[in-house]
């Protein structure tokens, strides 16, 4: 905890990687806004059919918001036929030394 017992705030980076077709964008923002997540960034680009967005997100608490909004992203993966992958912003960046 924080010193004043406040939940620590985070960011998240959100990837998108799969065939391009309508309403992935869409898609994801509104489950990320279910979450009451906060899109700060977004980059997206198609290349030769194949669609890839990371976004940075912001989250209220990214101790308790992490887990559920994980879960979303997974079967919204799972329904909409692409990869999505969430990670902690801390990690991100530990593991590609931006």
Same mark, same amino acid.
């Given at each position: 905890? #924080? *010193?004043?017992? @406040?939940? *620590?705030?985070?960011? %998240? =980076?959100? #990837?998108?990687?799969?065939? &391009? /077709? *309508?309403?992935?964008?869409?898609?994801?923002?509104?489950?990320? $806004?279910?979450?009451?997540?906060? =899109?700060?960034? %977004? $980059? !997206?680009? %198609?290349?030769?059919? =194949?669609? #890839?967005?990371?976004?940075?997100? @912001?989250? &209220?608490?990214?101790?308790? $918001?992490?887990? *559920?909004?994980?879960?979303?992203? &997974?079967?919204?993966?799972? !329904?909409?036929?692409?990869? %999505? #992958?969430? !990670?902690?912003?801390?990690?991100?960046?530990?593991?590609? /030394?931006?």
């Amino acid at each position: 905890m #924080t *010193p004043n017992d @406040e939940a *620590p705030n985070g960011r %998240i =980076i959100v #990837t998108v990687l799969g065939s &391009d /077709r *309508p309403g992935i964008v869409a898609a994801v923002a509104g489950a990320l $806004s279910e979450h009451d997540a906060n =899109i700060l960034d %977004i $980059s !997206q680009t %198609i290349l030769q059919g =194949i669609f #890839t967005m990371t976004m940075l997100v @912001e989250v &209220d608490n990214v101790e308790e $918001s992490f887990a *559920p909004t994980k879960a979303a992203l &997974d079967a919204l993966a799972m !329904q909409l036929g692409v990869q %999505i #992958t969430m !990670q902690r912003e801390e990690v991100f960046r530990f593991m590609y /030394r931006l």
